[in-house]
Nanobody, 119 residues
């Protein structure tokens, strides 16, 4: 089970840190990703991090602003979001998969947390 938290209503330029706590799986064996779905739009990839935090990358739309990290001791993955923009408004979901390759499918999805950025 994956449970995201940390969303809220903020103003443009503010920061938020999302958390996703995992249970019932061997967390350190899974690649973790963040996705978001804005109102009326399709789900969009945000960032991914590998098992040991030795590799990670994010979408062009969030590079330089968002940072993904994980704490395997706490079974938690984070998304630090700085310089938030109104276009970042979305429901953010975390997900887990075995393979780091971009083409591999995610095995588990968590419920989302809503981030609303006002201008």
């Amino acid at each position: 089970q994956l449970q995201a938290s940390g969303g809220g209503l903020v103003q443009a330029g503010d920061s938020l840190r999302l958390s996703c706590a995992a249970s019932g799986l061997n967390f350190s064996s899974y690649v973790m990703g963040w996705f978001r779905r804005a109102p009326g739009k399709e789900r969009e990839f945000v960032a991914v991090i590998n098992w040991s935090s030795s590799a990670a990358y994010g979408a062009d739309s969030v590079k330089g602003r968002f940072t993904i990290s994980r704490d395997n001791a706490k079974n938690t993955v984070y998304l630090q979001m700085n310089g938030l923009k109104p276009e970042d408004t979305a429901v953010y979901h975390c997900a887990a998969k075995r393979q780091y390759s971009a083409s591999s499918a995610y095995d588990y999805w968590g419920q989302g947390t809503l981030v609303t950025v006002s201008s």
